[in-house]
């Protein structure tokens, strides 16, 4: 018995022998070739069904969409872009699939919008496209434990439910085990929290960042991955409400460390997803260059996925602070009448993302680091620089996506941590565990998180979040 990419590497050592496929029907041409894939690969191999050798019966139970189990003979393949093929001797037909059935419309052969297949969401594994996504995702997420792990880093795991809103945005989902019809008030009228199973307040976690601190400042070099949610606007191409990130922490590290760390870490990643998913990226990399085509020149990408994929690999990342940026962009003229649909309102101002993605794409055209943020606009973690005005953050920003990660060195003296939190009205009761790491052998640290779903985007081309992630949690969709 043989997966379908197993077989086919073997390839012509499998010839005469008798071998065991199952796997779902893509096609079944001329009543006599089955194209057949079990999803361990974007190929299919070709079954040839000999009719006078079956029954009529099983025949007609062969259509796209359903599952068999084939026995049969591994010969060669006259057929283009194929070495082998398989002579059935047995088919099973394990499940039969209607053609008529709406609910099965996208599994037929045929384009399907994007939009169609994300209301399929439970269906879409099972087309080329969302194969080749999910099985970049895996080899991403694969590579970035084996980075991490080959890199001296211990993987912790932070709560999922918090009791704190580590970025401060106010963009958390709460959680509580109160009846929600019925909830329990104090005298003055507030929602009674001591009653509720954890005794306060709490919700989903926005960011592990906190949590991971305090490990960093045990075990030295951390990491997380989990899931992580917000209910900030997530209507756009970019955002989810629930998305994956990875936040490595590490003490004895300052900015520029932590700067090299995140070039390399990408540029690891993105060449081990480039070397062990050569078929998936392929494919993905012809529809996207195909896309490409159909777009105004104003926006179209100037390389091919698979060249903006090694750009990143051979360019170093510019680094630039932000008011470096800022000047920049006062003096950019970025379309025909010179301006951004945001303007630049100048030093202190958040950058959108159409200014990030002038920066890489117009540009410098590489990815870029920004740092030093003014210090209003950043969380209230980051350490301040001598100029008093300036924290040191970091934004890593790519080509197609604008920012794909955030990070910083963390305050590490104390005084100056307490006068941030009251600045920014964080009660330090609340955080007296996060402070406790600052008065306790307190060290320089810093780490940063990448958004797991910006990264499958940038590899696999795909433009836009809610086709890079299983089951994708944005306003007003929770179906699945
Ligand atoms: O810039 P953010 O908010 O940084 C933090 O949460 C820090 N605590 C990270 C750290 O220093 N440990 O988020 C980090 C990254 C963003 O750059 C983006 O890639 C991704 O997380 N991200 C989202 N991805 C999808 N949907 C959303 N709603 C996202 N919000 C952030
Ligand atoms: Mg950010």
């Known amino acids: 018995s043989y997966g379908i990419k ?34 361990s690969t974007i190929n299919n191999v070709q079954v040839v069904v000999d009719f006078e ?23 060669e393949s006259e057929g283009a872009g194929q070495e082998i093929e398989i002579i059935a001797k047995e088919i099973k037909v394990l499940g039969i699939a209607p053609s008529d059935d709406v609910q099965g419309t996208i599994l037929q052969p045929k384009q399907h919008s994007l939009e169609t297949l994300r209301e399929q969401a439970h269906l879409r594994f099972r087309t080329n496209l969302f194969g080749a996504i999910f099985r970049v995702r895996n080899s991403l997420m694969f590579a970035i434990h084996k980075y991490f792990n080959e890199n001296g880093f211990v993987y912790v795991n932070t709560p999922i439910i918090t009791g704190s809103d580590a970025e401060g945005a106010g963009e958390m989902f709460h959680v509580t085990n109160l009846d929600v019809n019925n909830l329990p008030r104090t005298e003055d009228g507030e929602v009674d ?101 159909g777009k105004p020149a104003a926006e179209r990408s100037e390389l091919g996925l698979i060249e903006r994929l090694e750009y990143v690999l051979n360019n170093e990342f510019v680094r630039l602070s932000y008011t470096e940026a800022v000047e920049i962009l006062k003096e950019s003229k970025p379309n025909k009448k ?20 002038y920066l890489v794409e117009k540009h410098f055209k590489t990815p870029v680091i920004l740092f030093d943020y003014p210090a ?24 197609g996506i604008g920012e794909i990660i ?18 920014f009205g964080i009660d330090p009761e609340e955080l007296w565990w996060y402070r406790d790491t600052r008065r306790f052998g307190t060290v320089p640290h ?27 949690r944005t306003p007003n969709n929770a179906e699945f």
């Open 376 to 399: 209003e606009i950043k969380a209230f973690y980051m350490r301040m620089n001598e100029d008093g005005k300036t924290v040191r953050a970091m934004d890593v920003l790519f080509p």
């Open 406 to 423: 955030g990070g910083s060195q963390r305050e590490e003296r104390l005084e100056v941590l307490d006068e941030k939190m009251e600045k």
């Open 53 to 75: 050798n079956f029954d009529e019966s099983i025949i007609k139970q062969i259509s796209t969409a359903a599952s068999l189990s084939v026995t049969g003979v591994v010969v």
């Open 6 to 39: 197993a077989l086919l590497e073997r390839g012509k050592d499998l010839l005469q022998q008798e071998v065991v496929v199952n796997g779902w029907v893509r096609s079944f041409r001329s009543n006599r070739f089955v194209a057949l894939n079990d999803g």
């Open 193 to 293: 929290y001591t009653q509720d199973f954890f005794g306060k307040s709490t919700n989903l976690t926005v960011s592990g960042q906190l949590e991971g601190e305090t490990a960093a400042m045990g075990l030295g070099k951390v990491y997380t991955f989990g899931p992580t949610f917000r209910a900030e606007n997530s209507n756009t191409s970019r955002h989810l409400a629930e998305f994956w990130m990875i936040e490595p922490e590490i003490a004895f590290f300052d900015l520029d460390q932590n700067m090299d760390l995140a070039e390399d870490f990408m540029k690891y990643v993105i060449s081990y997803a480039m070397e062990n998913c050569k078929d998936d990226l392929a494919f993905l990399a012809q529809r996207y260059d195909k896309e490409q085509q």
């Open 446 to 472: 810093s780490g940063f998180g990448l958004g797991l779903e910006r990264l499958v985007l940038f590899v696999t081309g795909m433009g836009n979040i809610r086709d890079v992630i299983p089951f994708p």
């Open 338 to 357: 010179g301006k951004f649909k945001y303007p630049i309102e100048g030093w202190g101002a958040d950058l959108q993302s159409e200014h990030e993605r």
